[in-house]
């Protein structure tokens, strides 16, 4: 009988082993590929992506490319009833691997959304490449915009449910978006509010002008991109020409209208500071004030 036992533990091992191997096999032939995920994230340089070939012939892919288990409703593709297994962070391996024949293993990351995920693939590229300048400067600068749109709609949820000592309180706590980054990356504060509207502009380039940017290909002043972040573009923006005749004012083509954005950032600001006024004082001529603001902010939100 324990020769018997044996013998079943041994099958059922066998058994979840294969079970195991097809799953992982189903997802490896089963990837998808977001061009907005692909895309998000600034690219290797040339002399970067030949030496992760190399590496990868010489020592094949050692690290799990990382996956998204999700259905096809969530990302927009099928049905709820039809799953979907979301390429996240290894595109440049994954290329590579299916171009040359090379094993890889996957690893399963769970997100609610696309747009979790990309916080995601923001904060593992911060912490692990070595970045230059401008790509970490709009890594960052992409990493405020997310954070402040999440203050920005939460405060906005609060405040109409009429919750106002709860907003005050998170408020005061959270502080300055830009702050909390700058004491994160070791940089200032207006660091972070420049690599935000370095972001916002380059956010209006095409995705191929943009990634010859970030790789250094296109040399283009910063300055004039953040200038960029403060213009409506209906288009696009395919090339540097077309780039510098919106931000010079000269003469723009016609796709593109450039039009300043109302002062967003300065109303919001200062709703913040009203509410930590408020907290302060406890006072409910303050706490009008910061409605006021409010109302004022949600006009151009």
């Known amino acids: 009988m324990a020769k018997d036992f044996k013998s079943t533990l041994k099958s059922k091992a066998r058994e979840a082993i ?33 030496q992760l070939r190399s590496n990868l012939l010489k020592d094949g892919c050692k690290d799990p490319l990382l996956v998204w288990e999700t259905t096809k409703e969530i990302i927009g593709t099928g049905s ?25 293993n996957v690893q399963l990351v769970p997100f609610d959304s696309i747009k979790e995920a990309k916080e995601y693939m923001i904060d593992l590229q911060l912490g692990r490449r070595n970045l230059n300048p401008q790509q970490a400067s709009y890594l960052r600068g992409l990493r405020y915009q997310t954070e402040k749109i999440n203050v920005g709609l939460n405060f906005k949820k609060e405040l109409s449910n009429g ?7 998170d408020s005061s706590q959270e502080s300055s978006t830009a702050k909390k980054l700058a004491e994160e990356y070791n940089v200032s504060e207006k660091t972070i509010r420049r690599d935000a509207e370095f972001a916002a502009g380059l956010e209006k380039f095409s995705t191929q002008l943009r990634n010859e940017v970030l790789s250094g290909k296109a040399k283009i002043e910063k300055a004039k991109v953040q200038k960029l972040s403060k213009q409506v573009v209906e288009q696009p923006i395919e090339d540097l020409s077309q780039f510098e005749a919106i931000v010079s004012q000269n003469q723009a083509p016609s796709s593109i209208v450039a039009i300043e954005e109302p002062a967003i950032e300065t109303l919001y600001e200062d709703v913040l500071e009203k ?7 406890r ?7 910061a409605q006021k603001s409010f109302n004022n902010f949600k006009k151009v939100f």
């Open 275 to 281: 509410i930590r006024i408020a907290f302060a004082s």
């Open 163 to 169: 919750q106002n000592d709860q907003l005050i309180a």
């Open 18 to 50: 294969t079970n195991s191997f097809s799953y992982v096999e189903k997802i490896k032939t089963n990837i998808t590929i977001l061009d907005e995920l692909r895309d998000f994230i600034p690219p290797l340089l040339p002399q970067e992506y030949e």
């Open 283 to 289: 006072s409910k001529i303050d706490l009008d004030e």
């Open 80 to 104: 709820a009833e039809e799953a979907a297994y979301v390429l996240v962070d290894g595109h440049n391996r994954y290329n590579i691997c299916s171009e040359l024949g090379i094993n890889f």
